[in-house]
């Protein structure tokens, strides 16, 4: 028991350092405006279905919002989505839609302890609560056991008659994505070392994209704690990335890169972007700034679930040998590994 008390304390300390804690109502919902045209051109119309799911081995409901090509007739790589602190299944309909439009099954989990239901009727303890939330390491470990769920959930449902997506997911195809404290979900069910050995990796995930993603200060910094990653990442991140709480500075959003060596692994830093331009400014409605950021993030994205989870040999050339980086300009930096 004291060991177990222990490593929750360490962990605890990592939250409250390092995950970005987004201000209530910043990722919570899509956008209050659209942006003026769609990113990305998409090859499916996409449909969308809400569940509600139970895991009886935690007696804990994992609510979802499925995204999905509506034209499919055969079997689609499967994306997990993991939001940030204080958010929900609702947030990041513009990744939701577009990676759906182009051909993938779209799960937004929806992580109960870390999401919206932390700040709404909180008033001005808002921000407080969201610091507790993040800082009590049950949320994090919980959060890796949803996604883990998640996905033994929808390959079970897949084979059932009645289910509507039944025999449309590739069990072999599957991603992971997240942003901040969804970020550090990502890594952490895709090989990050943690303390006292801690393992929260899920094997059938074979590729992932990490926007944002906290970085722990001290001696854990320099442990190299990311390198054990196995998979190809896509990180992202921006110049004024800095968290909104905790001692992450855009700068050292590199720092997973850096330490990885798997190669396909590659990093993007959106020269302006902050924290937010990856989930939208809902407070002052829709900027044209993240309308340019998520045109780039979402081409960029699909261009990797393509080169990973389809295999596409022209998207991979492409993403890898400098058609990316030659498109992207002075808009920011592309590196890969």
Known sequence: MRTILSLFRVL??????????????????????????????????VATLLQIWHDAARNRDVPVKIYYPADTKSPCPLIIFSHGLGGNREGYAYLGQGWAGAGFIVIHVQHLGSDDAVWRGAGADAYEKLTQAVADTRNALNRAADVKFAITQMLDLVTRPRFPLKGLVDPSEIGMAGHSFGAWTTLAVTGQKLPNGLTLTDPRIKAAIAMSAPVPGGALRSAGEF??????????????????????AAPDRRIPFDQSKTPGTCLLILNGADHMAFSGHI?????????????????????????????NAADSAWLYKGGFAKELGAQGTFETR
């Open 12 to 45: 605890a300390v990592l939250a409250s350092a390092s995950y970005a804690v987004p201000l209530p109502a910043d990722d919570q919902h899509p956008p209050a405006s659209p942006p003026p045209s769609s990113p990305v051109s998409p090859a499916h119309p």
């Open 227 to 248: 390198a054990s990653i196995p998979i190809p990442v896509f990180h992202m991140t921006g110049t004024r990335d800095n968290s909104p709480i905790g001692e992450t």
């Open 283 to 311: 407070l002052n409605a829709y900027h044209d700034e993240d309308a340019r950021y998520q045109a780039i993030i979402l081409k960029a994205s699909i261009t990797f679930w393509n080169a990973n989870l389809l295999h």
